[in-house]
């Protein structure tokens, strides 16, 4: 039996993803604060592109998802019979996934550019950047080889961080 099957849930990251919901919840339904742009034509140009942008997160996630296949967890700590996936969206990021809901948060702000929105993004950003960076812990004690992975591949944004 691997060390995670001992570890309890909220040992193995439940609370990253309970804040994550919480964040996710108040970007889609909690209050959204006064608008960032007043101009009609420049809101209606902002929201096409969310939707764009949107749809493009959803296939991002789902291609994603794909990828992973068995392994998928949301728990950042991998499940015992992980693999390690370098392959798919995983060539160009290492969390693919968190890629994609930040994208569709930012598809929202184009939608809805409420202040408070774009607060709940940035504060999605950090809980996916702190998650990462407790989930990559577990996953180079589980496989040696992610550490040259890490230094190959960007973390949540292709090519930039």
Same mark, same amino acid.
């Given at each position: 039996?691997?060390?995670?099957?001992?570890?309890?849930?909220?040992?193995?990251?439940?609370?990253?993803?309970?804040?994550? /919901?919480? *964040?996710?919840? $108040? %970007?889609?339904?909690?209050?959204?604060?006064?608008?960032?742009?007043?101009?009609? &034509? #420049?809101?209606?140009?902002?929201?096409?592109?969310?939707?764009?942008? /949107?749809? *493009?997160?959803? $296939? %991002?996630?789902?291609?994603?998802?794909?990828?992973?296949?068995?392994?998928?967890? &949301? #728990?950042?700590?991998?499940?015992?019979?992980?693999?390690?996936?370098?392959?798919? *969206?995983?060539?160009?990021?290492?969390?693919?996934?968190?890629?994609?809901?930040?994208?569709?948060?930012?598809?929202?702000?184009?939608?809805?550019?409420?202040?408070?929105?774009?607060?709940?993004?940035?504060?999605?950003?950090?809980?996916?950047?702190?998650?990462?960076?407790?989930?990559?812990?577990?996953?180079?004690?589980?496989?040696?080889?992610?550490?040259?992975?890490?230094?190959?591949?960007?973390?949540?944004?292709?090519?930039?961080?």
């Amino acid at each position: 039996m691997h060390e995670s099957t001992t570890k309890s849930i909220f040992e193995r990251g439940a609370w990253y993803v309970v804040i994550q /919901g919480i *964040l996710i919840g $108040l %970007i889609l339904f909690g209050p959204q604060g006064s608008y960032l742009v007043s101009s009609e &034509p #420049l809101i209606t140009t902002l929201q096409s592109c969310g939707i764009a942008i /949107g749809l *493009l997160a959803c $296939l %991002i996630m789902a291609i994603a998802v794909i990828n992973l296949g068995k392994n998928l967890t &949301p #728990l950042p700590c991998p499940k015992d019979d992980a693999e390690l996936i370098q392959a798919g *969206l995983y060539r160009y990021v290492r969390h693919p996934i968190y890629f994609g809901v930040l994208l569709a948060a930012c598809a929202w702000l184009l939608i809805f550019p409420g202040i408070y929105v774009l607060a709940y993004s940035i504060s999605l950003f950090v809980l996916f950047d702190i998650k990462a960076k407790r989930e990559e812990v577990w996953l180079v004690e589980r496989f040696p080889a992610y550490r040259d992975y890490q230094s190959r591949v960007k973390k949540l944004i292709p090519g930039i961080y």
